[in-house]
């Protein structure tokens, strides 16, 4: 199995949450592109490897640096956000990990892992007219036919 596949398959693990299978296979991947190159460990890869180590083994630090050096090489791939914020939910941070989440949708606003995570964690929309309360009538309306 090459790297690319290696890290694929640790990638459709991790979507599953079968978080074990995924290290173990995204551990192999980390020695296949260690044996075979000097360079750092490519973003997508440190992500993975930083999700899996916090969910499968309680490594939360050592998920974190992963995952902050993965936003930090590529910041523009909105699946490393969403893998930053889960591992900060495992940490119970949920202020990081809302601030990830919404991070990666400046990247890709219909990323299906984050919509839902912040679905899940209650978060709402920002108000149209900020100025008047959430449960005035104008800030009804509008959301309701922004919404549709």
Same mark, same amino acid.
């Given at each position: ?23 173990? +296979? ?6 296949q ?18 999700v899996?180590l ?20 590529? +910041? ?68 309701? +036919?922004?919404?549709?």
């Amino acid at each position: 199995m090459t790297q690319e596949e290696s890290l694929e398959l640790g990638l459709a693990y991790i979507k599953k949450k079968e978080w074990q299978a995924a290290l173990h +296979v995204l551990n192999e991947c980390e020695k296949q592109h260690r044996s075979a190159t000097t360079s750092p460990l490519p973003p997508r890869l440190l992500s993975a490897l930083g999700v899996s180590l916090a969910m499968a083994e309680n490594k939360i630090i050592s998920g974190l640096n992963c995952c902050e050096l993965a936003v930090e090489a590529e +910041v523009f791939r909105p699946e490393l956000h969403y893998h930053l914020g889960l591992v900060h939910l495992k940490n119970g941070n949920k202020r990081d990990a809302i601030s990830a989440f919404n991070k990666g949708l400046k990247f890709n606003k219909s990323h299906s892992g984050i919509i839902l995570k912040l679905r899940q964690l209650g978060v709402r929309k920002k108000r149209p007219i900020r100025v008047l309360p959430r449960k005035h009538f104008l800030n009804k309306v509008i959301g309701k +036919v922004a919404g549709s």
